[in-house]
């Protein structure tokens, strides 16, 4: 549902560090609309990988950034 009305989105990745199976990065996700407005969220995600594979991904961002930019 929050990707309705999206065109594209960008990852802009900041910072990365990667331990073992496990990656952490601090990004800027930027949402294209199909308005053509765009929606910057700072997200920091962890990935845990198993055999060259993404096998957990979860991300952490403010949720009312993302409300703000589809109202």
Known sequence: MMLD?????D????????????VMNERTDVMRRTNGARIELPVMGVFEVRDGR?????DY?????VT???A
């Open 61 to 65: 961002f403010d949720l009312a950034t």
């Open 5 to 9: 009305g999206m065109e594209g989105i």
């Open 11 to 22: 990852f802009i990745i900041h910072r990365q560090v990667a331990h073992g199976n496990l």
């Open 68 to 70: 703000a930019g589809l």
């Open 54 to 58: 993404i096998a957990a991904w979860r």
